[in-house]
């Protein structure tokens, strides 16, 4: 219930983040200003006895987090990849929470296993580990399957965790109104959108079946990339709360040292990982949207395996359009071109100045030309972005928010394992060859047979649509104020469409 209950949840975080000493770190971490140290203090340290206490033996921020809950343990991930923006000791604590966390009991895990495949664990498989990574919504065990001796992860959903998260994403629901009755000037970034948008991905992670047919998926559109690994499931030992895959041997990304050691070349996994990113974006319109170190291992020969699909980002092929024309006018730093798409997409406000729009963009674009990631502050540019979308009024577009934060995520794994990285130069041959597949002639003519087939296939309904909506349609003159030239359009579209279903017999054929 998203009531005023919840407020005792919210001043519980501030308590814990006080109590356990987080609230000091992160304020020196970000180089809060005296006066945000000053009110952070007063109205954290009355309630600080009310704090959770957490794990003493862990760092402050994570000690915090991790008593806090799994909704706040995936916040933090997020920010565990971006050092250039929080810094990197706080980063550096922050990468705890990826596979580091303590795990649950082995008996709960192999009585939740046992349980939901309806045999004892000793009977599907002939070794089951201790566990050797825990994360927030679950923990993995090395087995080696009882029938065959294949060795294989199998991920176990934590105890409770379900509860966990709907306690606290409520909270999160409560405070977003909250955060849009007090300050009217938010409702444009839709707070509460963003909430539902990950309470539904969330939840979604829940469920391991579901997991498997995204990795399942996903594997299917990847078959013939090259540079990459994708770990199978295990259909007959998968359930809701279990999910048993191919075990993905490696190197962890995070482990930047041993990556060094092992002679990786780094500039070339740093560019990999972007590039195979942008590539299932843009190609696939389905992508991974978890990229973290913790979900991404260097195999010996410099593979990338990507695992742990709970959390997947899908865009439809209009949208993956848009941004590549974005991307590609960064690239070329052509800020008109740049704003014109985000004005026929509708991202800006039509009555705004496109002019002084694409100037706003030259200031977030041009720094970052001629310059290595040293040079740029990450924390100040998107302070900047901020400042250029609230001027132009642009509105928070939910169905991208994996997308943004993916590509948010991305670039600081890059930047971890190369930080001389120069993300735009990595980008643009997948971004060009995407639009010279997708944006030239052939692409449009291929668009036009396909909606050519749309049309022809539903030819044989359009009799009886016309004959039961035709009448309707010319008695609503409120729809028409012209009703001649309404009924003209109406008619010559009807016979546009009828030629082009016919044609579709000819491109069909043509694009073969």
């Excluded at 006066?35 to 003493?56: C, E, I, Q, T």
């Excluded at 199998?154 to 300050?183: C, N, T």
């Excluded at 048993?244 to 060094?260: F, N, Q």
Aim: without cysteine; glycine residues 8%.
């Amino acid at each position: 219930m998203r009531g005023p209950h919840n407020i005792w949840r919210l001043i519980r975080t501030g308590a814990t983040f006080e109590r356990t000493g987080a609230m000091r770190a992160v304020l020196d971490a970000v180089n809060a200003p005296a006066r945000v140290r000053l009110a952070a203090h007063v109205l954290g340290w009355p309630f600080a006895w009310l704090g959770y206490k957490g794990d003493p033996n862990l760092p402050p921020i994570t000690r915090a987090i991790t008593a806090l809950g799994p909704a706040y343990i995936k916040f933090g991930q997020i920010l565990s990849t971006r050092p250039d923006v929080v810094g990197p000791e706080l980063a550096e604590q922050l990468s705890m929470l990826q596979d580091r966390l303590p795990p649950f009991p082995q008996e709960q895990a192999v009585r939740i296993v046992s349980d939901a495949l309806g045999q004892p664990v000793d009977v599907l498989f002939s070794e089951f580990s201790e566990p050797v990574a825990a994360a927030s919504i679950a923990q993995v065990h090395r087995a080696r399957r009882a029938d065959n001796g294949r060795e294989v992860a199998v991920k176990v959903l934590r105890p409770s965790v379900e509860a966990g998260f709907r306690r606290d994403i409520d909270a999160f629901h409560f405070a977003a109104s909250m955060i849009e009755l007090i300050s009217p000037a938010t409702r444009r970034l839709r707070p509460r959108d963003v909430v539902t948008h990950f309470e539904t991905v969330v939840m979604g992670e829940l469920d391991l079946r579901r997991e498997a047919a995204a990795a399942s998926e996903f594997a299917e559109n990847t078959r013939e990339d090259q540079g990459m690994r994708v770990p199978h499931p295990h259909w007959h030992l998968t359930a809701r709360r279990v999910l048993t895959s191919d075990w993905a041997e490696g190197i962890p990304m995070g482990d930047v040292a041993r990556l060094k050691a092992e002679g990786q070349d780094m500039p070339l996994v740093g560019a990999r990982v972007l590039q195979l990113f942008l590539q299932h974006a843009l190609r696939d319109g389905y992508f991974h949207a978890d990229m973290h170190q913790g979900n991404l291992k260097v195999a010996p020969n410099g593979d990338i395996v990507i695992y742990d699909f709970g959390i997947m980002g899908e865009i439809d092929e209009y949208t993956r359009r848009v941004y590549a024309e974005i991307l590609m006018g960064f690239i070329r730093r052509d800020y008109m071109r740049v704003a014109r798409v985000h004005f026929e997409a509708g991202y800006v406000p039509r009555d705004r100045d496109m002019t002084e729009f694409a100037r706003a963009l030259r200031a977030v674009g041009e720094p970052i030309f001629g310059a290595d990631a040293s040079q740029i502050s990450m924390a100040n540019l998107l302070a900047y972005l901020f400042e250029v979308t609230e001027r132009f009024g642009m509105r928070t577009r939910t169905e991208l928010i994996l997308l943004q934060r993916t590509m948010v995520v991305v670039e600081g794994v890059s930047r971890s394992i190369d930080p001389q990285i120069n993300i735009w130069e990595v980008a643009r041959p997948v971004v060009e060859s995407y639009i010279r597949d997708n944006l030239g002639p052939k692409a449009a003519a291929r668009d036009l047979g396909r909606s050519a087939q749309v049309l022809a296939r539903f030819a044989p309904l359009l009799p009886e649509f016309l004959e039961r909506r035709m009448p309707e349609m010319l008695r609503d003159s409120d729809a028409a104020p012209h009703p001649r030239e309404s009924r003209a359009g109406l008619l010559g579209g009807i016979a546009i469409g009828a030629v082009v279903a016919l044609a579709s017999v000819f491109f069909g054929a043509w694009l073969g």
